[in-house]
């Protein structure tokens, strides 16, 4: 055999680890941007556990592996034509305001199959390089190191696609997370989360302002577990003078709560007073 150049051998080292170090740090670039899109591809809560709720997010995205990553990437956000949001309802909160934001891209079955190839590979290709590059390779020869060499500018060129790929898809959710974020600034979102008026002028009861202000008459002024209706009211209007059943499309209080479902409303004589009284109704569970 003959004798190994020194100087040679330690050059050809040298540049091995410079492309090495290049697929790496693209390969941690790649897995910053995935991370930083899924945490915030999906959330939701209340208004008052919505904040924790995307620190636990970040949290819960940053432990985990790239192949996890990935393989949620195609789960959660790039999904197949003809897939629909799954439906958080079980989830919601009966008498609080729920926020729920899903970004999802729906690519034809050929196009999704093949990014979900592209990506299988780029795992490998992550891991090979982390793990079992020098056992792949002789780095005690020239020849050795140059066969490394080709290898990792054709593995560099593979994650840089990807990484421009994805680039590509985090401009994407950012664009709808941009659009989100308008929406939630303008006055009909106002209208939805703190009086539970849609868009479309649909009144969601559950969440209604003027439900809310009756539940907390409720609890403010409840003698043995009722409310005499015209006290709720007055109170109401002190309180919470823009909460008018006139806003909801209703003539009157009794309209307001029979068209909400969640008061029980009868006329008899309680604590020695007689009138309307109210009280929220009890759900029942199976």
Known sequence: MPAIDKSDISGAQLV?????????????QYEQLLKSMLALQKFSGTPE???????????????????????????EYVMKEGCEFPDEASDRPRDSSFFA????????????????????ELVTLRNTLVHHFIEEHDLQTVDGCLQA???????????????????????????????????????????????GIAPDGQIHWPMAGIVSALRQAC?????????????????????????????????????VIHESGLFELRRFTHNGQFGAWLRERVSSTS
């Open 16 to 28: 091995v680890q410079r492309l090495l170090g290049r697929c790496i740090l693209r390969l941690q």
């Open 149 to 195: 060499q080709d290898a990792l500018s054709a593995s560099y060129a593979k994650i840089d696609r990807q990484f421009q790929q994805l680039r590509t898809l985090a401009a994407g959710m950012a664009e709808g997370r941009q659009a989100f974020a308008e929406f939630a600034q303008s006055a009909q979102f106002r209208e939805l989360v703190v009086n």
């Open 219 to 255: 609890r403010e002024l409840s003698i043995g577990g009722w409310v005499n209706l015209e006290t709720a009211v007055r109170w109401i209007s002190e309180h919470q003078p823009e909460q008018t059943p006139k806003k909801y499309g209703c003539t009157r209080w009794r309209h």
């Open 49 to 75: 556990t919505l904040p924790m709720a995307l620190d636990n997010r970040k949290a819960e995205i940053s432990g985990r592996t790239m192949g996890t990553l990935v393989g949620r990437l195609m789960a």
């Open 101 to 120: 934001f899903q970004a999802q891209l729906n690519l034809p079955d050929e196009d999704h199959a093949a990014l979900q190839t592209d990506l299988r």
